[in-house]
């Protein structure tokens, strides 16, 4: 009993001053107190001591490996992947091909409107680009690097078709940004497909040459 | 063989639901100076619009700022930030200052992408967990949004999940990885060039730390990237060269006196950091000394640091660009260092107790800022609409007004006039421009050069806030004015005094 209290008294101290300085520069910060106060210069030494604390402490603590959680072998895939590799949900295609006719037509009849602005621009700009991408590249990935993908393959990935268009000198008008998107979007439905049809070609080959 | 397309298990997004109330209170914090106001507040988004929506008309890359500095300033950027209001625009019909505020939207990005960096190098929900609340409520990129520093803040809200692909490939250097992070990496480095800098420097870093242990299976990983890099970029690169040659970084960097004035001092780095410095200072050695992480997670994170604190502190060195900027580099290893921390504890009742303490009061201070510096850089509002639509009636298409520096960046795309702006060296990049910003800078200050500034430009108005903030000092420049003999006042609102040269 007294060894495990001994053990945690440095713990436990750093917490509370971590809480009594934390508190302190809070009401700071909302106008309880003011920074001149004592209550104040408490608080913020009670950090700094608590900071100098956590370096002995981390000078001290012993690594163990018992505070890891128990988590999957790989966190970052899902033991889903399928043998023919990625291929593209229904419901993302009729997601591309309704997005994209509804934004062309909407932009051509009514540009500037809210529904463009607030629901279609960022679907197709920051969403369906990365999407197919992230759909015709990986089906294993675990969900929380499914989310942070696709939008940062959907704006960068844009970004590079549309450096390229500048720098070949096509004009970057709204049709070439369009097709920036398109293009992208295209890119990730169809690779699966190319894959497909790969794949089959080359089984086809095979079964000829076990035939002869 | 299915033949099925692999189906979305939704049920597996549902351990996900701690990323809502991140993301949330990001979109809460950052959006303060988008939503409390009648415009976006912040003095910088002003020129990233003119140079997109100079790009949307004519189509290219334009080389001059249309009428800012008198059309004589060249672009100090690169394109890939204001070009992405230029897309949103484009696509949704709307004109770019209506697009604006998907600025907001990449504070999701940079949650998520912070959530995912930090699951896959902690592989705990917990630390991924802390991780991305404290990057929701880090007072840093709060403080960004309130001056519209966007470009900036849209490349590192990019840097995690850039860094997060960047240590999946060293783990498993596959085709599919190699075209993700290069889509990344390429895309990400044009969008801000300080930023860009960062990226390289620190990748770079990373890589020489590897060549030195391990060179074989680095130059496997690097060279394929590079090639990579080389090929899908090579117009970003060159634009990058180009950017660098143009404005002579490596003398900015190293014999420029500009950024004296701003330099990081220990007072200013305790100031801004509090109350992250328990996390940066105590957190990140824990970080850096964990055993449950892998080395080369730890060596990114410590390779980001080091060369954030390099810039911080590089006057200590003779490196002259000591720019308080370097600080908003510090999210990460503050995002990392906090997890840390809280997860450091073995009681869960301590891990609870920090995380309910700190990521709050860190939250607390967001919010605080971001009301204070919003109110403070709130710049265009109705009455300076009022103010440049009086302008656009009554002066010629090619009279010259006179402004200081907040409205210096926000007139240029709000009206079609040749405009001078009063800026501080510190606050210019492309050096052509500093003769007229000083000349300006005489015309508001009221200084010796004053009354040949106004004859050598043929200045027709000049334009100064009623209030402060402004540089130069607005009560200064309205009594300068008011003395002139040759300026009149023609027009007074609350936010503008517009004085005509005769």
């Not at chain 1, 607030?118 to 969403?127: A, E, N, S, T």
């Not at chain 1, 450096?163 to 070439?176: K, R």
């Not at chain 2, 990521?359 to 403070?376: E, F, H, L, N």
């Given at each position: 009993?007294?060894?495990?209290?001994?053990?945690?008294?440095?713990?436990?101290?750093?917490?509370?001053?971590?809480?009594?300085?934390?508190?302190?520069?809070?009401?700071?910060?909302?106008?309880?107190?003011?920074?001149?106060?004592?209550?104040?210069?408490?608080?913020?030494?009670?950090?700094?001591?608590?900071?100098?604390?956590?370096?002995?402490?981390?000078?001290?603590?012993?690594?163990?490996?018992?505070?890891?959680?128990?988590?999957?072998?790989?966190?970052?895939?899902?033991?889903?992947?399928?043998?023919?590799?990625?291929?593209?949900?229904?419901?993302?295609?009729?997601?591309?091909?309704?997005?994209?006719?509804?934004?062309?037509?909407?932009?051509?009849?009514?540009?500037?409107?809210?529904?463009?602005?607030?629901?279609?621009?960022?679907?197709?700009?920051?969403?369906?680009?990365?999407?197919?991408?992230?759909?015709?590249?990986?089906?294993?990935?675990?969900?929380?690097?499914?989310?942070?993908?696709?939008?940062?393959?959907?704006?960068?990935?844009?970004?590079?078709?549309?450096?390229?268009?500048?720098?070949?000198?096509?004009?970057?008008?709204?049709?070439?940004?369009?097709?920036?998107?398109?293009?992208?979007?295209?890119?990730?439905?169809?690779?699966?497909?190319?894959?497909?049809?790969?794949?089959?070609?080359?089984?086809?080959?095979?079964?000829?040459?076990?035939?002869? | 063989?299915?033949?099925?397309?692999?189906?979305?298990?939704?049920?597996?997004?549902?351990?996900?639901?701690?990323?809502?109330?991140?993301?949330?209170?990001?979109?809460?914090?950052?959006?303060?100076?988008?939503?409390?106001?009648?415009?976006?507040?912040?003095?910088?988004?002003?020129?990233?619009?003119l140079f997109a929506e100079q790009v949307l008309q004519t189509g290219a890359l334009p080389d001059y700022a249309e009428n800012y500095q008198l059309g004589l300033a060249t672009?100090?950027?690169?394109?890939?930030?204001?070009?992405?209001?230029?897309?949103?625009?484009?696509?949704?019909?709307?004109?770019?200052?209506?697009?604006?505020?998907?600025?907001?939207?990449?504070?999701?990005?940079?949650?998520?992408?912070?959530?995912?960096?930090?699951?896959?190098?902690?592989?705990?929900?917990?630390?991924?967990?802390?991780?991305?609340?404290?990057?929701?409520?880090?007072?840093?990129?709060?403080?960004?949004?309130?001056?519209?520093?966007?470009?900036?803040?849209?490349?590192?809200?990019?840097?995690?999940?850039?860094?997060?692909?960047?240590?999946?490939?060293?783990?498993?250097?596959?085709?599919?990885?190699?075209?993700?992070?290069?889509?990344?990496?390429?895309?990400?480095?044009?969008?801000?060039?300080?930023?860009?800098?960062?990226?390289?420097?620190?990748?770079?870093?990373?890589?020489?730390?590897?060549?030195?242990?391990?060179?074989?299976?680095?130059?496997?990983?690097?060279?394929?990237?590079?090639?990579?890099?080389?090929?899908?970029?090579?117009?970003?690169?060159?634009?990058?060269?180009?950017?660098?040659?143009?404005?002579?970084?490596?003398?900015?960097?190293?014999?420029?006196?500009?950024?004296?004035?701003?330099?990081?001092?220990?007072?200013?780095?305790?100031?801004?950091?509090?109350?992250?410095?328990?996390?940066?200072?105590?957190?990140?050695?824990?970080?850096?000394?964990?055993?449950?992480?892998?080395?080369?997670?730890?060596?990114?994170?410590?390779?980001?640091?080091?060369?954030?604190?390099?810039?911080?502190?590089?006057?200590?060195?003779?490196?002259?660009?000591?720019?308080?900027?370097?600080?908003?580099?510090?999210?990460?290893?503050?995002?990392?260092?906090?997890?840390?921390?809280?997860?450091?504890?073995?009681?869960?009742?301590?891990?609870?107790?920090?995380?309910?303490?700190?990521?709050?009061?860190?939250?607390?201070?967001?919010?605080?800022?971001?009301?204070?510096?919003?109110?403070?850089?709130?710049?265009?509002?109705?009455?300076?609409?009022?103010?440049?639509?009086?302008?656009?009636?009554?002066?010629?298409?090619?009279?010259?007004?006179?402004?200081?520096?907040?409205?210096?960046?926000?007139?240029?795309?709000?009206?079609?006039?040749?405009?001078?702006?009063?800026?501080?060296?510190?606050?210019?990049?492309?050096?052509?421009?500093?003769?007229?910003?000083?000349?300006?800078?005489?015309?508001?200050?009221?200084?010796?050069?004053?009354?040949?500034?106004?004859?050598?430009?043929?200045?027709?108005?000049?334009?100064?806030?009623?209030?402060?903030?402004?540089?130069?000092?607005?009560?200064?420049?309205?009594?300068?004015?008011?003395?002139?003999?040759?300026?009149?006042?023609?027009?007074?609102?609350?936010?503008?005094?517009?004085?005509?040269?005769?």
């Open positions: 009993m007294t060894t495990r209290l001994r053990a945690s008294l440095l713990p436990i101290t750093i917490a509370c001053l971590i809480v009594i300085g934390t508190v302190g520069v809070v009401l700071a910060e909302i106008g309880r107190i003011a920074y001149t106060d004592l209550a104040y210069s408490i608080a913020e030494n009670a950090l700094v001591t608590a900071t100098a604390l956590v370096l002995v402490w981390t000078a001290l603590q012993r690594q163990k490996d018992d505070t890891a959680t128990t988590q999957p072998a790989d966190p970052l895939t899902l033991s889903r992947q399928t043998a023919s590799g990625p291929q593209t949900p229904a419901w993302l295609w009729a997601l591309v091909a309704i997005g994209n006719l509804a934004a062309v037509s909407l932009r051509l009849a009514a540009p500037g409107n809210s529904f463009s602005t607030f629901v279609l621009m960022p679907l197709l700009v920051f969403i369906l680009p990365g999407l197919t991408l992230q759909q015709a590249l990986f089906d294993d990935l675990a969900p929380l690097w499914a989310i942070a993908l696709v939008p940062a393959l959907s704006i960068t990935g844009q970004l590079v078709i549309v450096a390229w268009i500048l720098w070949i000198g096509i004009p970057l008008t709204p049709a070439a940004i369009f097709a920036a998107a398109g293009v992208l979007t295209l890119i990730g439905v169809l690779l699966p497909i190319a894959r497909r049809a790969i794949d089959r070609i080359t089984a086809r080959h095979a079964e000829r040459r076990s035939s002869v | 063989m299915s033949e099925r397309a692999s189906p979305i298990r939704w049920s597996s997004y549902r351990n996900l639901v701690w990323v809502i109330p991140c993301v949330l209170l990001a979109l809460l914090l950052r959006g303060v100076s988008i939503y409390q106001f009648a415009y976006p507040t912040g003095p910088d988004y002003g020129l990233h619009l672009w100090p950027l690169l394109p890939g930030g204001p070009l992405i209001f230029g897309i949103a625009a484009a696509v949704s019909g709307e004109s770019v200052f209506s697009v604006i505020h998907v600025v907001l939207f990449f504070a999701v990005v940079e949650v998520i992408g912070t959530s995912a960096l930090a699951y896959q190098v902690f592989r705990r929900t917990d630390a991924a967990a802390a991780a991305g609340a404290i990057t929701a409520a880090l007072p840093l990129l709060v403080d960004m949004m309130t001056w519209a520093g966007y470009p900036n803040l849209i490349a590192v809200s990019l840097f995690p999940i850039c860094f997060a692909v960047w240590l999946r490939y060293w783990q498993t250097p596959n085709a599919r990885w190699l075209l993700v992070l290069t889509l990344l990496l390429c895309g990400t480095a044009s969008i801000h060039h300080l930023s860009t800098l960062w990226l390289v420097l620190t990748l770079g870093a990373f890589s020489v730390a590897h060549l030195l242990t391990a060179p074989r299976a680095t130059l496997r990983r690097l060279i394929p990237l590079g090639i990579a890099c080389a090929i899908v970029g090579l117009p970003i690169a060159l634009d990058a060269i180009a950017l660098t040659t143009q404005q002579d970084a490596a003398a900015v960097l190293t014999g420029s006196d500009r950024f004296d004035s701003t330099r990081v001092t220990w007072e200013i780095f305790a100031r801004v950091i509090t109350p992250m410095g328990l996390l940066l200072i105590a957190g990140v050695p824990l970080y850096l000394r964990s055993r449950q992480i892998d080395r080369a997670s730890r060596l990114l994170i410590g390779a980001l640091l080091l060369i954030t604190l390099l810039f911080c502190f590089g006057w200590l060195f003779g490196l002259r660009f000591y720019y308080t900027r370097a600080l908003y580099f510090l999210t990460l290893p503050i995002a990392f260092g906090g997890a840390s921390l809280i997860i450091a504890w073995k009681q869960r009742a301590l891990r609870w107790l920090t995380a309910l303490v700190l990521i709050p009061a860190i939250a607390i201070s967001g919010y605080v800022r971001a009301q204070t510096a919003s109110a403070y850089f709130e710049i265009v509002t109705p009455d300076l609409i009022e103010a440049v639509t009086w302008l656009d009636e009554y002066s010629a298409p090619d009279d010259v007004i006179v402004t200081g520096t907040f409205f210096g960046f926000q007139l240029t795309h709000l009206i079609d006039r040749p405009h001078l702006a009063a800026l501080t060296p510190d606050l210019i990049s492309n050096a052509e421009i500093l003769p007229l910003a000083a000349d300006a800078t005489a015309i508001m200050m009221g200084l010796d050069g004053m009354d040949s500034a106004l004859l050598t430009h043929n200045v027709r108005f000049v334009v100064v806030r009623t209030r402060l903030p402004d540089i130069p000092d607005p009560d200064r420049s309205r009594r300068v004015m008011e003395a002139h003999p040759r300026l009149r006042l023609v027009f007074r609102n609350a936010d503008a005094l517009i004085y005509e040269v005769r």
